[in-house]
């Protein structure tokens, strides 16, 4: 099977909390892979691992039979080949919408691609239009935060794109307009997404495989047709949003 | 009871490791920073745009305490002289201490306030909203992009500041003494052109450069390791503001006294 990223063992603590367990997982190539987990069980640390912004203590990480490491990094200038979608959109706030949008852009081509339309193209896919081009970030709602932060993500054309809780903060009909665009943009561009999510319609809708995280360490991956039938407790319990089951909510944990 | 022994040299212990980590630190930023210095790409457009917030909007601030601060040196130092018949120096002593001390150290610390500040409280809010996070995965290296066009901003503008702190704090000094100390103009301008040198002017200069650095470099610093939401901000702008002062007075002291006394 082709692998676009393999994950072997990664584990990483702050201080004595462990956050990731030997943690491993492989995703596929041009598929959408959805990790569902509870609040804190490390899966925004994992995304922030892979990309290189914390570093783990221990494991490797495989990007096309490559390994990713620091130095690695920068010499396969991993950076232009992804988009990542943060969980609280992190757009830079001294600049406008459009700044933001086609900031990774100029970086990559200086010869002189026309960035507004750009910008408009990528509004128009997330459900704005160019009347926000030249708002400033403060001056846009959460939802609209999000979606903007979501067309910066897929603005250059990354073949691996990684979207932390895309569906937060959205209402519905938005929310589905974010899962079609996240399998637009695996079947027409041929990318690979990782998708975080908690909104279980929203999983249901664009995955095809499902990886649930519990304590740091993958407990049950499958097909996303065989969530409902999975016989892990664990997962029963997350779907059904039950309070009673397997995991216990802890406050001290 | 045998434990409280133990307490104080804990403490320093304790004191002096963190010291030493920090310091640690601050010198593998520096590397960090040195050769982000020296390779492309090169930000201009951040470089002018910091030049104008640090440099051309602080032109208020240093122009009215450089005003103040001639204006009460020559009242002091009026004071003083005339205790043995030497009311006459002080044209000179304004205009040297001025020239030589006070215009980079005044200059210094207020951009230590305006300046550290805000750029650390910036920096630190890019950090906890993970703004510094997007910069690097959209291929861009926030040293490249946040730290090397306002530190060389601010030791490129410092000096310039002076030069201004400098002529206004004369003039400070210029206007008290001929309206109320009654001195005659033309002997105070002459007293001041007379004694002045190019030198005295260069070593200000080349203070406020240092200044300018330590201003910005701290001001970067603490903003970019900031840890722990807004409270976090806070404490890394004190850190920065508190650290720059300090740091612009210990270096002024030890550039006084290596390179500038003669
Ligand atoms: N920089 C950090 N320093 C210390 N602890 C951290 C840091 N980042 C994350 N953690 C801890 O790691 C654990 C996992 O955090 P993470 O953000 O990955 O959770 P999550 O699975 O994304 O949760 P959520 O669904 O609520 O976003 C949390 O308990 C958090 O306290
Ligand atoms: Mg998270």
Not at chain 2, 96 to 104: Q, V
Not at chain 2, 202 to 209: P, Q, R, T
Request: charged content about 15%; some cysteine; overall charge neutral.
């Amino acid at each position: 099977m082709d692998h676009i990223l393999k994950i072997n063992e990664l584990s990483k603590s702050f201080g004595d909390k462990s956050v990731l367990d030997n943690l491993s997982i492989n995703i596929e190539r041009n598929k959408s892979q959805v990790i569902i987990g509870g609040s804190g069980t490390g899966k925004s640390v994992l995304l922030k691992c892979i990309l290189g912004l914390i570093e783990p203590d221990g494991g490797e990480i495989f990007f096309n039979q490559q390994i990713l490491n620091k130095k690695n990094r920068a010499d396969i200038d991993f950076h232009s080949k992804i988009g990542m979608l943060f969980q609280g959109a992190a757009l830079f706030d001294s600049l406008n919408v459009q700044e933001n949008i086609t900031f990774g852009i100029k970086k990559l081509d200086s010869n002189h691609v026309n960035l507004t339309e750009i910008a408009v193209d990528k509004l128009k896919k997330v459900g704005l239009d160019s009347s926000v081009l030249c708002l400033y970030p403060s001056e846009l709602s959460g939802g609209m935060q999000k979606r903007v932060a979501l067309a910066r993500a897929i603005a250059r054309n990354p073949e691996l794109l990684f979207f932390d809780e895309p569906t937060t903060g959205l209402d519905p009909i938005m929310a589905d307009v974010i899962n079609n665009l996240i399998n637009e943009v695996i079947e027409e561009v041929g990318a690979t997404a990782i998708t975080i999510t908690h909104d279980m319609e929203s999983a249901k809708k664009i995955a095809d495989n499902i990886s649930m995280l519990y304590k740091g360490a993958v407990i049950w991956t499958g097909d996303a047709v065989d969530i409902n039938s999975s016989n892990n407790p664990y997962v029963d319990q997350f779907i059904k949003g039950s309070s009673e089951g397997p995991i216990k909510i802890n406050p001290n944990d | 009871m045998y434990r409280y022994i133990y307490v104080i040299p804990e403490a320093i212990g304790r004191s002096v490791l963190k010291m030493c980590a920090s310091i640690g630190r601050i010198a593998i930023f520096f590397y960090d920073f040195v050769v982000s210095l020296f390779t492309p790409p090169f930000y201009i457009k951040s470089l002018l745009n910091q030049l104008v917030r640090i440099g051309y909007n602080s032109l208020p601030v240093i122009g009215l305490t450089a005003f103040f601060t001639g204006g009460v040196l020559a009242l002091q130092i009026y004071v003083g002289g005339s205790r043995f018949n030497a009311e006459n120096i002080v044209a000179s002593i304004v205009a040297l201490g001025i020239t030589r001390e006070l215009g980079p150290v005044i200059a210094g610390l207020m951009l230590a306030g305006r300046v550290s500040a805000s750029i650390s409280a910036e920096i630190a809010t890019m950090r906890v909203t993970e703004q510094i996070d997007a910069l690097i995965t959209l291929s861009t290296n926030p040293m490249k992009y946040l730290v090397v066009p306002r530190v060389l901003a601010a030791v490129i503008s410092l000096p310039i500041l002076v030069i201004i702190a400098d002529i206004i704090g004369i003039m400070g000094g210029f206007v008290v003494g001929t309206k109320t100390l009654g001195f005659i103009e033309q002997s105070y301008i002459k007293n001041t052109l007379d004694i002045i040198e190019l030198h005295d002017v260069m070593s200000g200069l080349i203070k406020a450069a240092v200044f300018g650095f330590i201003v910005a470099f701290m001001g970067c610093y603490h903003g970019y390791n900031s840890t722990g939401g807004a409270q976090g901000v806070g404490r890394s702008t004190t850190l920065a503001v508190v650290s720059a002062s300090i740091l612009i007075l210990a270096s002024n002291y030890i550039l006084t006294s290596l390179v500038f006394t003669n």
